[in-house]
């Protein structure tokens, strides 16, 4: 089993910065996905990044590219999202993901969710 935690969440003025950060624990393989989704109210829940097979691959939606940063450490069970150039578009609860690998023979393509952090960008 996998339990995500994540942290870094808070309330920030448009055009500022915030970190996000997730501890897993349990196993997590270098070729399962790690990402990052999100969802505002009353919308549903979206990919904003994830970090592909091995780690060497990255994917982002396209209303974050160039303005946020998916990061991986496999050695500490942790994925990260650098957002900078905050939008109120942004806001919403921001969810870690892992989904497991076709390794995986009883849980291949399961995903793992975080109970999510809240990001609000308002001035």
């Known amino acids: 089993q996998v339990q995500l935690v994540e942290s870094g969440g808070g309330l920030v003025q448009p055009g500022g910065s915030l970190r996000l950060s997730c501890a897993a624990s349990g196993t997590i393989l270098s070729a399962d996905t790690m990402g990052w989704y999100r969802q505002a109210p009353g919308k549903q829940r979206d990919l904003v990044a994830s970090?592909?097979?091995?780690?060497?691959?990255?994917n982002y939606a396209d209303s974050v590219k160039g303005r946020f940063t998916i990061s991986r450490d496999n050695r500490k069970n942790a994925v990260y999202l650098q957002m900078n150039s905050l939008k109120p578009e942004d806001t919403a609860v921001y969810y870690c993901?892992?989904?497991?690998?076709?390794?995986?023979?009883?849980?291949?393509?399961?995903?793992?969710w975080g109970e999510g952090t809240l990001v609000t960008v308002s001035s």
């Open positions: 970090v592909t097979s091995g780690g060497g691959g990255t």
């Open positions: 993901n892992v989904r497991r690998s076709a390794l995986w023979s009883g849980t291949a393509g399961m995903d793992y």
